[in-house]
C-alpha cells in the first residue's frame, strides 16, 4: 500500500515559475525522501529530510517537513523544462509492524513548458 | 547517473514461467532493495539484502525470493509469474543497511507476463 500521497497528481507550469509539490503520510516516519523519474526510467534521489529536521535546501530546491500534520512540501525554483518529470516522496517507516521499509507515494508529474 | 546496473532491460515471459533479473551495486555498497513499480504507480518495496541475507520485506509472497552474493550484486526471482508481475523492477543499492541514506537507482527491468 502507498504511504505518502503527493498532491496534485500532474502540474504544469512555464519554465521560471516556481513548483510546488505535496505529500502526506499516515505513521511516524524516520525520514522522507524525494526522487526524481524521467520516463520510466531509474529514480535520482533528490534530497533527504530527518524527522527532527523541518527544512532542508539544495540548489533550487526546498523540502519542508512538518510532523505534527504528517506532511512535506517540495519547491522547485525557477524551473526549467529539464525538470520535466515524476516526483515521488518516500518514507522510511516501519509499517505493520514488519521491518523498515521506504514507501513510495504514486508521484507528481511535473510538465515545465518551454 | 548511478554506478548501479540491471539486466536484462527488458524482458517478456508468459504466465507461468519464472524469472531472474540482475543487479549489480554500486561500487562500496553493501546493502540492496528491490521495487516493483506497476505503470502509473509509485515504486513498490520487496525486499532488502545485506550481507547476503534478507533484511526485511514488504507485502509480496514467497515466490517473489532473492539473493546476495558476496560482491553485493544480486538477484530477484519470480516464480510462477502472473499477469500482474508486468511492471518495472528496480534496484537500489546503498552504504548502510535499512534508509537512513539515499538509494542509489538502476535503470530497471521492464518484466511484461503474456
Known amino acids: 500500500s502507498q504511504q505518502g500521497e503527493e498532491d496534485p497528481q500532474a502540474l504544469s507550469i512555464q519554465e521560471g515559475e516556481n513548483a510546488t509539490m505535496n505529500c502526506s503520510y499516515k505513521t511516524s516516519i524516520n525520514n522522507l525522501q524525494w526522487y526524481r523519474q524521467n520516463s520510466g526510467r531509474g529514480l535520482v534521489h533528490l534530497i533527504l529530510?530527518?524527522?527532527?529536521?523541518r527544512e532542508k535546501h539544495s540548489g533550487r530546491l526546498r523540502v519542508t517537513l512538518d510532523t505534527s500534520k504528517k506532511s512535506s512540501s517540495l519547491l522547485i525554483t525557477a524551473s526549467r523544462a529539464a525538470d520535466t518529470a515524476s516526483y515521488f516522496c518516500a518514507t522510511d517507516a516501519r509499517t505493520s509492524g514488519s521491518a523498515r521499509q521506504l514507501t513510495f507515494g504514486s508521484g507528481t508529474q511535473l510538465t515545465v513548458l518551454p | 547517473e548511478t554506478g548501479v546496473t540491471q539486466s536484462p532491460t527488458h524482458l517478456i515471459k508468459t504466465r507461468g514461467q519464472q524469472v531472474t533479473l540482475r543487479c549489480s551495486s554500486q561500487?562500496?555498497?553493501?546493502?540492496v532493495s528491490w521495487y516493483q513499480q506497476a505503470l502509473g504507480q509509485g515504486p513498490q518495496f520487496i525486499f532488502q539484502y545485506y550481507r547476503e541475507e534478507e533484511n526485511g520485506r514488504g507485502n509480496f509472497p514467497p515466490r517473489f525470493s532473492g539473493l546476495q552474493f558476496p560482491n553485493y550484486s544480486s538477484e530477484l526471482n519470480v516464480n510462477a509469474l502472473e499477469l500482474d508481475d508486468s511492471a518495472l523492477y528496480l534496484c537500489a543499492s546503498s552504504s548502510k543497511t535499512g534508509f537512513t541514506y539515499e538509494q542509489y537507482f538502476g535503470p530497471g527491468t521492464r518484466l511484461t507476463v503474456t
Open positions: 561500487s562500496g555498497h553493501n546493502t
Open positions: 529530510i530527518r524527522s527532527n529536521e
